[in-house]
């Protein structure tokens, strides 16, 4: 294992607050921060911005010139070694004659082909593992779809303390305050894809659209719609395409439908889940009913919890957060580990995952 300082710790940082730049753009391309630097003087640094504009170590080795030969480079992703859109960093970091190149973590696609290997064996000094925990976290989505099949699912729940999320005939808006919901949006403007259910869409009509905080995107729109139920009049069919998942042949305005029963006439959430991921969606949010938040849970299609909580009660009449069946023992409950609490507004906000 390397031995990493100060120096290399702080400029580390510096790339994934770099690549943190691109959060709402890089779609379906991972997002990565790089810095250049020399005798600890920084030469250059860049990031990812989009899909088909350079690579974060172009940008940076560009504004480090030819001071860049015998230097340091820190990124947050191991350089890539194959030609997609772009050509391959290693090709320019051999070029380039970097000295040391430290990578926060391994590229979990597998067709970059290990560019440390590639690099190590040209002989520049490869070495990764610094900060390595923060640099998945950034890209979970990217990880969740090269090694699983799959993008990374975030359940987003508004619920009072009594665990109600709408009333009963499935009216929601709105159970919290602004500042949750402006924050629900900037979670919404993070993820490649936002799903929600054909209940959702008759109780909410929602438009399911980023509009609290700036973005250069709106993620693709995603509903679960079995039976195409969905009225053509539904705001969320308004604007961009719409993509349907459904269980039966048809056709709606606006939206390609794709036709994924299971044996119940139900979609088939999990291969659902693997058509988004070959489309290219790497974080799927979800904000929809109790009934497709619990089918959801039931068939280990969710990864994240958001939870927002507002100080209020709806009592035992009004919706649940997940349609769960009862568990007749407490050691079968479901458990999650909470990552972190905070207070927005007059609400709290959850976040957690499956235990």
């Known amino acids: 294992m390397s031995s990493f300082g100060a120096f290399d710790r702080a400029m580390m940082r ?3 607050d770099l690549a943190a730049r691109g959060l709402y753009t890089t779609t379906p391309n991972p997002r990565v921060g790089c810095v250049v630097t020399s005798k600890e003087e920084i030469l250059g640094e860049g990031w990812h911005e989009k899909a088909g504009g350079p690579h974060a170590e172009v940008v940076a080795l560009e504004k480090a010139g030819a001071r860049a030969a015998g230097a340091t480079l820190y990124v947050s992703l191991e350089p890539c070694n194959h030609q997609g859109r772009t050509p391959p960093c290693v090709e320019l970091l051999v070029k380039t004659k ?33 900060m390595e925990d923060e640099a998945r976290e950034l890209n979970i989505g990217f ?21 109600r999320s709408a009333l009963p005939d499935g009216k929601s808006q709105w159970i919290t305050g602004p500042e949750a919901r402006r924050d629900g949006h900037r979670w919404r403007a993070r993820a490649c894809a936002v799903l929600t259910g054909i209940g959702t869409v ?3 009509d929602p438009r399911l659209t980023v509009r609290e905080v700036d973005t250069p995107r709106q993620p693709l729109r995603v509903i679960v719609d079995s039976r195409l139920e969905t009225p053509s009049t539904a705001k969320i069919l308004e ?6 998942f459904s269980a039966k042949e048809g056709s709606l305005r606006n939206a390609e439908v794709v036709r994924l029963p299971n044996p ?16 290219g969606v790497n974080e799927l949010h979800v904000e929809a009913g109790f009934r497709l938040n619990g089918s959801l849970v039931r068939e280990g299609c969710v990864d994240e919890f958001v939870v927002y909580l507002n100080p209020s009660f709806l009592g035992d009449g009004a919706q649940g957060m997940l349609d769960l069946p009862g568990f007749s023992l407490l050691e079968s409950r479901l458990k999650v580990k909470i990552l ?16």
């Open 239 to 244: 604007g961009d395409k719409v993509l349907v």
């Open 14 to 16: 510096r790339a994934l």
């Open 264 to 279: 119940n006439q139900k979609v088939e959430l999990p291969k659902m889940l693997e058509e988004l991921a070959r489309r």
């Open 202 to 204: 008759k109780a909410d």
């Open 98 to 130: 970097i000295g040391r190149v430290v990578a926060a973590m391994r590229d979990p696609n597998p067709q970059a082909a290990h560019g440390g290997d590639a690099l190590a064996a040209a002989g520049i000094r490869f070495e990764r593992g610094l």
């Open 143 to 163: 990880v969740s779809r090269m090694t699983r099949g799959r993008p990374w699912v975030r359940l987003k729940v508004a619920a009072t303390l009594d665990g």
């Open 340 to 355: 972190s609490l905070d207070r927005l507004g007059e609400d709290l906000r959850i976040v957690a995952r499956p235990a």
